[in-house]
C-alpha cells in the first residue's frame, strides 16, 4: 500500500487562505469518507484536525475546513495565523488488507 | 483526561527484538481499538498496526508484517507492540494513538502519546 500524495511544501501570508491536497487511490481515500487531516508541530505529537472528510473535532477552529473529490482530498485554512506553521498530515481508510495509510506530509510556513 | 503514555523504546542491535507498552486512562479501555504509528527521524508518519477493542483482529502494515505483533490487555488498560528481527529502518518514533470511536478500526486517531523512541543500530 503506496503512501498518500503531498506536495512536501506549502506557503502563505497571514490572513490568507490556503489548500493542501492529498491525493490516493480508488482503494482508499477514492473509496471511503474516512479521511482526516493531523497537524504536527515540531517535537509534539499529532493532533486531530479534521475526520470524515469535513467534520472539526470539539476545539479545532472553524478555519480549518476539509473536502474530498474523488480520489483527491483538502485541506483548506482560511485566515492564516503564525501558529498554523507546522506539518500536515492526511489519512485514509484503506480497506481490509492495510487499514490506514498516511500521506508524506505537507510542511505549511506561514510568511 | 485521555492519557495514553509509552515506553520500552531503546536503542537495540539489528535482528534483535524490543517489546514497547503504552499505558491508557481516563477512558474505557476495552472499547476501542488502538493503533501503533511510527515517525522516523526528520520523515512523516507511517501506520504500523492496530487491534481492534476485544483483540479480535489485528492488522499490520506490509513493512511489519511477520515480524511485529500487536496486543492488548484490557485488564490492565495496556497495548503492546512485540517487534522482532528489528532493521536499521525500523528505527522511528513509536506512538501510541486511540481509535476515536467505540468498536471500529481504522477511521482516526484522537489522542496520541508522546511516543517512544526506538534505535536500530550495531
Known amino acids: 500500500q503506496s503512501a498518500l500524495t503531498q506536495f512536501a511544501s506549502v506557503s502563505g501570508s497571514p490572513g490568507q487562505s490556503i489548500t493542501i491536497s492529498c491525493t490516493g487511490t480508488s482503494s482508499d481515500v477514492g473509496n471511503y469518507n474516512f479521511v482526516s487531516w493531523y497537524q504536527q508541530h515540531p517535537g509534539k505529537a499529532p493532533k486531530l484536525m479534521i475526520y470524515e472528510v469535513s467534520k472539526r473535532p470539539s476545539g479545532v477552529s472553524n478555519r480549518f475546513s476539509g473536502s474530498k473529490s474523488g480520489k483527491t482530498a483538502s485541506l483548506t485554512i482560511y485566515g492564516l495565523q503564525a501558529e498554523d506553521e507546522a506539518d500536515y498530515y492526511c489519512?485514509?481508510?484503506?480497506?481490509?488488507?492495510?487499514?490506514?495509510?498516511f500521506g508524506g506530509g505537507t510542511k505549511l510556513t506561514v510568511l | 483526561q485521555v492519557q495514553v503514555v509509552e515506553s520500552g523504546g531503546g536503542v537495540v542491535q539489528p535482528g534483535r527484538s524490543l517489546r514497547l507498552s503504552c499505558v491508557a486512562s481516563g477512558f474505557t479501555f476495552s472499547s476501542y481499538g488502538m493503533h501503533w504509528v511510527r515517525q522516523a527521524p526528520g520523515k512523516g508518519l507511517e501506520w504500523v498496526a492496530v487491534?481492534?477493542?476485544?483483540?479480535?483482529?489485528?492488522y499490520y502494515a506490509d513493512s511489519v508484517k511477520g515480524r511485529f505483533t500487536i496486543s492488548r490487555d484490557n485488564s490492565r488498560n495496556t497495548l503492546y507492540l512485540q517487534m522482532n528481527s528489528l532493521k536499521v529502518e525500523d528505527t522511528a518514533l513509536y506512538y501510541c494513538a486511540k481509535e476515536s470511536k467505540i468498536l471500529v478500526a481504522g477511521r482516526e486517531f484522537d489522542y496520541w502519546g508522546q511516543g517512544t523512541l526506538v534505535t536500530v543500530s550495531s
Open positions: 489519512c485514509s481508510h484503506a480497506g481490509s488488507s492495510t487499514l490506514v495509510v
Open positions: 487491534i481492534l477493542s476485544d483483540g479480535s483482529r489485528k
